[in-house]
């Protein structure tokens, strides 16, 4: 009887103690499984995760160019655009200036501005158009101020600039309109106001990219970026065709809104730039694709999943691209605020692909 | 006798003492009280919001508060918005067609209504009872469009707790407090 309780009251003890190391590995599990600080992230399900770095891979036998020298430092906090002087030197707008390069990324001056320039252009007699948010100003060369046109209202968003012979055409992506000018600056006419008479749909711009380009065709390119294309116009604002569609695939345009920006080889084949996915592609004059200069994985540090990780104060930006006249491209990336050179490395011509 | 008596305190001393001592306990007791009701009464007057300039969406929103459905949302800066056809918010980043359709959508959960405003332009309002506040969308319309989309704690739902479990699971810091007169940070309107 008395063997008994004793075996009874170990038992016991033998249970409690069990017990208590049971509570206490529970316990250590617990702490250590549980997350205070969010680093195992949220335990959603892939549905929930926003990923886009398959798309941002490209197949590495469309890439035409590579990169061929150094990045060049702008030294701007904020760069906006950049252009190429006839002779080839490099305009980059940033901050409150204007800063000039060569090839080799040799500072060649500075001029400092008022506000902040959005967009610029050279033209052959060495005059520097430079667009701030509402108005445009004119610099001699040597760099002196000419001009301060008119301003064009709060509303006014200038977002590209470029002139021919006789006249400089305005973007101004919050009217949703092409300004054109004669060089003195007098406001010849209005270019792409919805018109169903002229078959002219109007520019779609939800985000503040809209940029322009004079062709050796002797007509006005603009990009259309809502509508995923680039429309040809004469400068008397008719519409003559366009070109482009949306797509997620490297054929086309992703994105709500693209391209953002392009340039013009010698050969009339385009250079376009997008936000989102950065990529920076090669269209011939009738929009078919021709291939690849970088995609994200070249452009972005950490390819298209880095971007999307961005918060939303430094959104994914639109590059602006540049051409010279040996069809070396270079890219302003709005990220890092530098200058990147591209060049052709081979001659190959996708534009027959059928792409799925 | 007197060495003794130099040693021991007298019945004066210890009073003085008591009473030097108790008016120290006084003192800090008064001050801790007043911290403590000042703590207190700023945690009445704020009120927890997201900073919509450093959150990233990474989801722990969705998953971190202590209710069982999140009390934050996504809201719809409407001012900032492109009112898209093609809305990478709406849409996935590969939609097979460009239509309402289930498949197309981006939201796990359906919260985002897409009606058309006019050619070509669409309107988006956000379900809130639908919305678990995961940020999908968010990254969506970030990446790729003017970041119209953002999320907000609500305070029809939020308990307001001392310690936020989301603010500490936050990994950007956007968690912050903010005045309860003014609960909401809003996106503002200018782009540029």
Known sequence: MKMNRRLATANTKILIAGLIAVAIVVAVIAVVRFDTTGKKGSGLGQEFIYDVGELGKIDPNLILYKESAPAINTRFTKCRAIALAPQGTIYVAGDKAIRKFDESGNDLGEIKLADAPMCLTIDTDGKIYIAMKNYVQVYGNPPKPLATWQNLGSDAVLTSIAVSKNDVFVADAGNRIVHRFDKTGKLSNRIGARDKDKNISGFVVPSPYFDLAVARDGLLRVTNPGQHRIEAYTFDGDLEFWWGQFSAGVQGFCGCCNPVNFAILQDETFVTCEKGLIRVKICDPEGAFVGVVAGPEQLVEGGPSRVSEFGPASQAPGFDVAVNTSGRIFVLDTIKNVVRIFTRTSQKNNSDITFP | ?192
């Not at chain 2, 009701?37 to 009445?44: G, L, S």
Request: proline share 5%; charged share 20%; aromatic share 8%.
């Open chain 2, 1 to 192: 006798m007197s060495k003794h008596s130099e040693q021991t305190p007298g019945r004066r001393q210890i009073l003085i003492a008591a009473l030097r001592y108790g008016a120290l306990g006084l003192l800090g007791a008064t001050g801790g009280a007043a911290v403590f009701a000042r703590k207190k009464n700023n945690t009445q007057n704020t009120v927890w919001q997201i900073d919509p300039e450093i959150c990233i969406a990474c989801g722990n929103c969705a998953t971190y508060c202590v209710l069982e459905e999140s009390a934050v949302k996504c809201m719809h800066a409407y001012a900032v918005c492109g009112y898209c056809r093609i809305c990478f918010g709406f849409f996935g980043p590969e939609p097979a067609d460009i239509n309402e359709g289930a498949e197309n959508q981006l939201c796990p959960t359906g919260a985002i209504k897409r009606s058309f405003v006019e050619d070509p332009y669409y309107e988006y309002t956000i379900d809130e009872s639908l919305c678990m506040g995961c940020g999908k969308c968010v990254k969506g319309c970030s990446t790729f469009g003017n970041g119209a989309l953002y999320l907000q704690v609500r305070h029809d739902r939020c308990l307001n707790c001392n310690e936020c479990s989301i603010a500490a699971a936050c990994p950007s810091g956007a968690f912050k407090r903010v005045p309860a007169d003014k609960p909401y940070l809003l996106k503002r309107v200018d782009h540029v």
